[in-house]
């Protein structure tokens, strides 16, 4: 069963800047894409980056200017720098893997409040 589990998230001022991390195990990590999601209270679960194998990434446009995606293979870890952050970001951020099989994965998400 594949693993992602997610980290760094946090209450930040706005204008500040997080990086979450999500782990991955049990996954031939370096060979999938990789995504990001995001929830915010009352609203759907919304795609925010995805990141290939190859390292093509592709970031949703209301964020891309504030919004990188990256991975490091090595650590089987994929990453998602958030800056300028405002109280719209507010979301519980999830890391998943959607496989060839159409299963899709999740993390247990991480927390991101942007709040004064």
């Known amino acids: 069963q594949v693993q992602l589990v997610e980290s760094g998230g946090g209450l930040v001022q706005p204008g500040g800047s997080l990086r979450l991390s999500c782990a991955a195990s049990r996954i031939a990590f370096s060979r999938v894409t990789m995504d990001w999601f995001r929830q915010a209270p009352g609203k759907q679960r919304e795609a925010v980056a995805t990141?290939?194998?190859?390292?093509?990434?592709n970031v949703r446009d209301s964020v891309k200017d504030r919004f990188t995606i990256s991975r490091d293979n090595a650590k089987n870890t994929v990453y998602l720098e958030m800056n300028n952050l405002s109280p719209e970001d507010t979301a519980v951020y999830y890391c998943s893997h959607y496989n060839n099989y159409g299963t899709r994965y999740w993390g247990r998400g991480t927390q991101v409040t942007v709040s004064s």
């Open positions: 990141i290939t194998s190859d390292g093509s990434t």
